[in-house]
């Protein structure tokens, strides 16, 4: 009954590597998001994605890009990792119906717990 | 802009007592209001959520929480805690547009003692 997938729960990079972080999303939602949580910060919105081939910045994008080629996937990158990127990431969808009963509730993945050497 | 605080970083109840776990926002917009759950090693799963329908909404595992208009406010109460709510509880808003954009308080611990 997985409905948000990330495709790699631990991951250990080293600085200066790119990084890639994928997450499938099975509900054919149109909005996709990618978070990162850290204690006591809760969770930050990095980039989103309201459709095919467009994205938008969140809270926090520098460092970051995505990429969003078909409806189901939403990927994260890190162009060149630094240890301040060690984080847990979540993808997480959403309808993009506002009329529909799950409007604006995001269904979210598992996490991706990155550390940078 | 919106924008949510979670009064409390860590809050610890004995089993079978009142939760309160408390949530103010800030919003130039009819907001909706979340609350979610994220258990050790797990992605968070939604509570519960306010859309205007009502000002009392409930949610899944006994939890409710009040939307208070004059007061910013959106606390979650459980009358009766139990172990397996032991947790981190986000707060979240949004405004009313499809993007679906959810912007997250900082999170609150829950601890059960026995």
């Known amino acids: 009954d997985v409905k948000v997938t990330q495709s790699s729960r631990y991951l250990v990079k080293r600085t200066g590597e790119k990084v890639f972080l994928e997450c499938v999303q099975d509900m054919d939602h149109e909005n996709m998001f990618w978070y990162r949580q850290d204690p006591g910060l809760g969770l930050r919105l990095i980039y989103f994605s309201y459709d095919v081939k467009m994205k938008e910045k969140g809270d926090i994008p520098e460092g970051y890009s995505v990429s969003r080629e078909k409806k189901e996937r939403f990927s994260l990158i890190l162009e060149s990792a630094s240890t301040n990127q060690t984080s847990m990431y979540l993808c997480?969808?959403?309808?993009?119906?506002?009329?529909?009963?799950?409007?604006?509730?995001?269904?979210f993945g598992a996490g991706s717990r990155l550390t940078v050497l | 802009a919106q924008s949510v605080t979670q009064l409390g970083s860590h809050v610890s109840v004995s089993e079978g007592a009142l939760v309160l776990l408390r949530c103010n926002y800030s919003s130039s917009v009819p907001p909706y209001l979340f609350w979610y759950v994220q258990y050790p090693n797990q992605g968070l799963q939604l509570l519960l959520k306010y859309t205007s329908a009502a000002t009392l909404v409930k949610g899944i595992n006994g939890f409710e929480a009040e939307f208070k208009k004059s007061e910013t406010s959106f606390h979650l109460t459980k009358p009766s805690a139990h172990m397996s709510d032991a947790a981190e509880y986000f707060c979240?808003?949004?405004?009313?547009?499809?993007?679906?954009?959810?912007?997250f308080g900082q999170g609150t611990t829950l601890q059960v003692k026995p």
């Open positions: 979240a808003v949004s405004d009313r547009s499809n993007t679906g954009k959810l912007i």
């Open positions: 997480a969808s959403s309808p993009g119906d506002i009329a529909s009963s799950g409007a604006n509730v995001l269904t």
